[in-house]
């Protein structure tokens, strides 16, 4: 693919998540690793896409906005680098993130089949800068830390 179909596929979400699931072979591999999703099921995409699309800013989902940072590959498979943050949400991830805007960046791998649909997708994307723009330091981290000093 090239860039232009990374267009595509980022603007997708925004449009609609049958815009987006459009753009996927009916036999396909998405992997979400930091969220620990493996999905090849049409409906279920669907359902982790929809969020996406949200046009009210008043219910608390999001306003999600995408970035494309960058493209490399052909026409078998391509890495889109992106940048993602939504404005007006009020919960991420069971995070309190009302009026707490942050932006993160992440990577995705795509593989194409020969009519040029999504058969593997790979995401990754930085969890610490949602931390960071939400205001959760080392001190509030949800995962305590032990003190190897003194430590049994």
Known sequence: MNYAFAVKWLRGFRTSPEDVCALY????????????????????LHRVFAPYANTDPDNGIGIHNFRIRGYEGDERSGLIRWEWGPDHAAVFLGLDVANKPFWTQGHTFHVYNEEGKI???SSW?????????????????????????GAA
């Open 25 to 44: 072979a009916d036999d396909f591999l998405f992997e979400d690793w930091m969220l620990d999703q493996t999905i090849t099921d049409m409906e279920d």
């Open 119 to 121: 058969v593997k997708e």
């Open 125 to 149: 994307w930085d969890a610490s800068a949602v931390l960071r723009g939400i205001g959760m330091t080392a001190e509030k981290s949800v995962f305590p830390v032990q003190s190897a000093v």
